[in-house]
């Protein structure tokens, strides 16, 4: 059984540039602290690049191929509409208020999420651990939550101790509620004071804690503002933890660590629509775009092919590569170029010119991205400084974004103290958890 119970730190959209100096630097002392300690490297997130893809990749160890979440926007194609989980307040208008959000805070666990993966609370919990999040959008666990709210009545199922936005709590912690105002950094000081009431009462083995306002500044200001505006606010989120302990080194008596981003950010300097590639196949497809990717799923009775529909961006400067499934193989394309490949024996089968795909672990990410069956027929990765407009004709120009498979945003901070796991990429997290407390 392991020697000490484990904190995972998740900062929504840190750059590694961004952790790399906050370590040295004097600006962030409880990050310093931490890294001071422990062991770092650069990991990789999936494909997309997008928080609701990335942290159910984090919170189940699994690519999107296995746990079935594509997109922050994606077409249901079951029950024939639009599944929006927050792009902007534009686009959950756009979506339909009401649905959007029983898509995000319920159906992303209890129907979006495969069943045929585990998450870390589950498997914790079912072993006879106690395991706690805050705020983690996957949070899918064995316990029954009712909504703090009077009016809303529908129950979630989450970990042992559960703290999401001040809508579900399994314990009275005092703490304040969650969504007052964002660009304050309300959200973060929420899971401050829950993380607080935890660590005081050292009341979980696991514990997964989400600091999501860094991404929120950093789609606002950029990378680098976000640095100067958001840093300091996450550095004192982490700061709380250990002072709850008593101080840095009684946290890490008690605690090992593993901190990671989800995704990276890349400037934003022009916008595009995705559909204004497609105003001659208007009739045969629906299409979702989000931040830094997009997806083209074909109606029923299409008249056209996924290849049909990679030709119609040959030329549109928003779309780095377009990728899909032909047969037993995934196709890149760029420009009238493409490349093929497939699982081989000890790595990949390719055929044509690599360099469509020369981005972190781009075949596997690729490939998982594609095995989805919720994902489009054809997939979309923006070029460098390129967003999509979402449902609501929202982006983010002169700010960041993040979702494509370039380095920028696709590349991540892992930090790791007193727990010995060789996390490369963010769905190595949940393995590492659940080997550490030797959990099957
Ligand atoms: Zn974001």
Same mark, same amino acid.
């Not at 998740?10 to 750059?15: A, P």
């Not at 602290?33 to 990335?54: E, I, Q």
């Not at 746990?67 to 079951?78: A, D, S, T, Y």
């Not at 494509?404 to 696709?410: F, I, K, P, W, Y």
């Given at each position: ?5 484990? /904190?995972?730190?998740? /900062? ?20 310093? =602290?931490?890294?001071? %300690? ?37 077409? #249901? ?34 129907? %979006? ?30 316990? !029954? ?22 809508? =579900? ?49 950093? %789609? ?53 629509? /995705?559909?204004?590639?497609?105003? !001659? ?19 029923? !009775? ?93 982006? #983010? ?44």
């Amino acid at each position: 059984m392991a020697e000490k119970k484990l /904190v995972l730190i998740v /900062v929504d959209g840190m750059t590694p540039a961004t952790f790399e100096r906050a370590a040295e630097g004097g600006r962030a002392p409880a990050l310093a =602290f931490l890294a001071d %300690h422990g062991s770092y490297r650069r990991g990789t997130s999936v494909f997309p690049s997008l928080t609701p893809v990335c942290l159910s990749s984090i919170a189940t160890g699994a690519g999107p191929g296995d746990h079935h979440i594509p997109h922050l926007v994606w077409w #249901h194609r079951r029950e024939r509409r639009i599944v929006e989980y927050g792009s902007s307040f534009a686009a959950l208008r756009a979506a339909g208020m009401t649905q959007a959000i029983t898509d995000t805070i319920y159906n992303m666990n209890r129907r %979006h999420l495969s069943a045929e993966v585990v998450t870390v609370y589950e498997a914790l919990d079912g072993a006879g651990l106690v395991s706690a999040a805050v705020n983690i959008t996957c949070y899918r666990g064995h316990t !029954r939550y009712v909504p703090t709210l009077p009016w809303v009545t529908k129950p979630a199922y989450g970990p042992k101790r559960f703290f999401f936005y001040g809508l =579900f709590e399994s314990d009275e912690t005092g703490a304040p509620f969650a969504v007052r105002s964002r660009t304050a950094g309300s959200t973060d000081a929420y899971a401050a004071a829950v993380g607080r009431w935890l660590v005081t009462r050292d009341g979980f083995d696991f514990l997964a804690y989400y600091l999501s306002d860094f991404d929120y500044a950093s %789609h606002a200001h950029g990378p680098s503002g976000a640095e100067e505006v958001a840093l300091s606010r996450v550095d004192a989120a982490v700061q709380t933890l250990l002072d709850a302990a008593g101080g840095g080194d009684e946290f890490l008596d008690r605690y090992a660590v593993v901190l990671v981003s989800d995704h990276g950010q890349t400037n934003v300097e022009r916008g595009a629509t /995705v559909q204004d590639s497609l105003t !001659r196949l208007a009739d045969d497809v629906i299409v979702t775009a989000s931040n830094r990717a997009g997806q083209v799923y074909l109606r029923p !009775r299409a008249r056209v092919t996924a290849a049909d529909l990679a030709c119609a961006f040959d030329g549109d400067p928003s779309v780095e590569v377009t990728l899909r499934r032909e047969g037993e193989d995934a196709v890149a394309r760029r420009e009238g170029e493409e490349l093929r490949f497939r699982p081989g024996g000890d790595g990949w089968e390719t055929s044509g010119d690599a360099a469509i795909l020369d981005h972190p672990d781009a075949l596997a990410r690729t490939w998982s991205a594609l095995a989805n069956p919720n994902a489009g027929e054809l997939l979309l990765s923006a070029a460098e400084g390129w967003e999509f407009a979402d449902l609501g004709g929202r982006h #983010h120009v002169g700010g960041g974004s993040h979702g494509s498979l370039v380095e920028g945003d696709s590349a991540v901070p892992v930090l790791t103290v007193g727990i010995d796991a060789g996390i490369e990429r963010i769905t190595d997290v949940t393995p590492a958890a659940l080997a550490y407390f030797d959990v099957s």
